[in-house]
């Protein structure tokens, strides 16, 4: 069963359709690669499989349910986590506060809370900073104290919203390396990224949208080759 089904999302911001009926599928375990232009409306379709925003039209079927009228939080209970593009820590907290932050979703013991967040930043190779500020971490470790912190929430679908934005090739590679180990915990994953070296080789399978509509779907090797999508993006580049 796909534990991820999207069908003919669309939403409207007044005449502008930001998502254009969307549909695709994924299946448990794996990780979906998710590209197109500025503006192609990569983030609005995150917001609106997350409950940030409700999608004019379509659905959005998760685990065999509707999300259709949830709110964030019941989405993320329900096992569906997302990063944000501009990664915005409690500057203030330390490493490890924030990421119980995640954890609370699931324990309202900060005992137990502190555990699993310890665990996550483990995961994310953030130990020796755990008790660094937040603020001051440079943008290669805020990059994964936000996934650490998703991490914590428990998710079955991770939604990954361009984590190697603004890295350096070393630091990319870490999160490389890091969804790579997220997949290998049995986590699914859909990862927006421009770095289409990086989108190929982690991806299962991907997902173009251009100007809000599916432009192309299929394994890395078609998707690359696909003379729409050279035109459309790969060719701009
Ligand atoms: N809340 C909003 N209100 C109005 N328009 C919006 C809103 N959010 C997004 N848009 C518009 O929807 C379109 C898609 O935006 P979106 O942020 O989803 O693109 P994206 O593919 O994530 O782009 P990028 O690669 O630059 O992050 C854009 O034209 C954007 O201006
Ligand atoms: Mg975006």
Not at 156 to 174: F, I, Q, R, T
Request: proline letters at 4%; aromatic letters at 4%.
């Amino acid at each position: 069963m796909a534990i991820l089904e999207i069908k003919h999302v669309s939403k409207f911001f007044g005449g502008l359709a930001a998502n254009s009926d969307v549909s695709f599928e994924m299946a448990q375990g794996m990780i979906m690669g998710l590209i197109g232009p500025n503006g192609a409306g990569k983030t609005t379709l995150f917001n609106c499989i997350t409950g940030y925003y409700p999608p004019s039209r379509g659905e959005v079927v998760f685990d065999g349910r509707t999300m259709n009228g949830l709110q964030p939080d019941a989405v993320c209970k329900l096992g569906m986590a997302r990063t944000w593009q501009k990664v915005r820590p409690l500057a203030k907290m330390s490493v490890v506060d924030n990421v119980m932050v995640g954890a609370l979703c699931r324990t309202n013991s900060l005992k137990k809370a502190r555990e699993m967040a310890m665990e996550q930043v483990r995961v994310v190779r953030l130990e020796h900073r755990a008790d660094f500020r937040a603020g001051g971490l440079p943008i290669g470790e805020r990059k994964k104290l936000e996934v650490a912190r998703v991490l914590a929430t428990q998710p079955k679908l991770l939604l990954l919203d361009e984590v190697m934005g603004g890295l350096n090739p070393a630091e990319s590679e870490e999160i490389i390396q890091l969804i790579l180990d997220i997949k290998r915990l049995g986590i699914t994953q859909m990862v927006i990224e421009h770095d289409m070296k990086a989108i190929m080789r982690i991806s299962d399978r991907i997902v173009v949208l251009n100007s809000g509509e599916k432009l192309a779907e299929g394994l890395p090797g078609e998707v690359v080759s696909n003379p729409e999508v050279v035109a459309a993006y790969l060719g701009s580049e």
